[in-house]
C-alpha cells in the first residue's frame, strides 16, 4: 500500500508541546521503518476541511476517522501531550480519555473493551496522528480538526453521531433503522407523538415500530377495546383490517404495547391501529412475547428508561391471513437500557438486548432463552438498529448477546 517513496517535506504545522519534534514529523512515518506507507496530519482548528485518500474523498467535521495501518508500526497516540504507542498485530489497545497516556503494548497484549485490531484513541486539538497500512485504528474527533495530506491505504469516514433520529422523534435518539419517508409504499414512515412506525403498505404489516418508554409513558389509562385503520395513512394506502384477523387463529399483536402507553387513554388508544400490529400466535403474544414487554416496564420501575424497536422477521413464502396479510415466522425485538436520558453518544457497555421469538403455537417459556445479538437481526431483516450511534460502538454492543445484569 505503499505509494509514496520519497521523503516527505510536509510536516506537521503544530507539533504538540510535550513531543520531540521528530516524532511527529511526517517524513520520519515516510522514511522511517516504523511507518510504511502515507501521512495522515491532524490539525486542530485550522477550519474545515476535506480528505484525500486513496479515491475516498469526503468532508467532515465531527465523528469518526478509521486509518488502516501496518503490524508492527508504532502509532503515536493522541492527547495533547501526545503519546507514541507501538503495537503489533493482534494487540488490542483500550480506549483512552484525552489527557490519558497510554504505555506502549507487546505483542499479544490484551486489555479489555475494545475489539481485536482496533485502536479507539480520543485526541484533543493539537493531535497529530500518522498514517499506516493495515488493520484500523478508529480515532474519534471533535468538530473542528482537520485531517489532510492522506496519501495512502484506505480512510473510511463515519459520521459519528448522528442527529437524523433526535431530530425526528423522541422515540428515534438512536437513529432510524432503515430509509423509511412519508410516502414510501413499502416503507412509510408514521411519526406519532406516542411512537414511530414504518408501515409497509404493500404487505400490510410493519417493518418496525420504535419506542422510548420511561415513567411518563406509564400510569393508569383504561386499555381501548377495538382496533382501527391508522388514519394517518391515505385510504389509497394499504393497510390490514380488523376482519383480517377474525377467525384467523392469530391475534392482533402489537408492537408497541398498549401496556407501555397507559399515561392518557389517547396515547393508549394510538397503539390499537394496524400499523403497530403483525399477526402473532397466542402463544407467543400472550406467552413468551408478553413476558418480554413486561420486562421493559421492570426495568423502568427500577429507574431505567428504554429504547425499543421491534417488528416481524418472515419467511420467503409466508402464510397469509384474511385478504393477504403475512404471518411472520418471528417477531425480533431491540431494547437499549439507559441509566439517564437517552442518547445515541452511547457507551460500549450500554445493554443491549436483542430478542427473536418464533411465531409458534408452541412457543413457550421466559423471552431469555431467545437473546440473540442485535447484529444478527440486522442480518436476517436489513435493518440497521442505533444507525445514529457511533459505527465503532455499534459493532461492539451489536455483537455482545444480553446477559442479566448482576
Ligand atoms: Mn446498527
Redesign the pocket.
Known sequence: MHVDDEPRATTVAQAPVDQPAEEVDAAKFDAGAEVDAGVVEVDAGVGASGVDAGGVTSEFDAGIVAVPFDAGVAIPNVDAGVVVVPFDAGVVIPNVDAGVVVAPLDAGAVIPNVDAGVVVAPFDAGAVIPNVDAGVVVVPFDAGVVISNVDAGVVAIDAGVGTAGVALSTHTVLGLPDDSSVGRLDRWLLVKPQYVSSYDTTLKTPRWVSWRLDPTWLGSATRATSFRRDTQLPTTAGQARDEDFRNSGFDRGHLCPSADRTSTDLDNDATFVFTNIVPQTHASNAGTWATLEDEARTLVAQGKTVVITAGPIFGVTPQNIGAGVPVPLSTFKVAVVFDGAPTANLTTSTRVIAVIVPNTTTVSGNWRQFRVT??SI?QATGL????D?PRAV?DVV?NRLDVDPP
Open positions: 442485535a447484529r440486522e440497521d438498529f442505533l444507525s450511534v455499534q451489536e
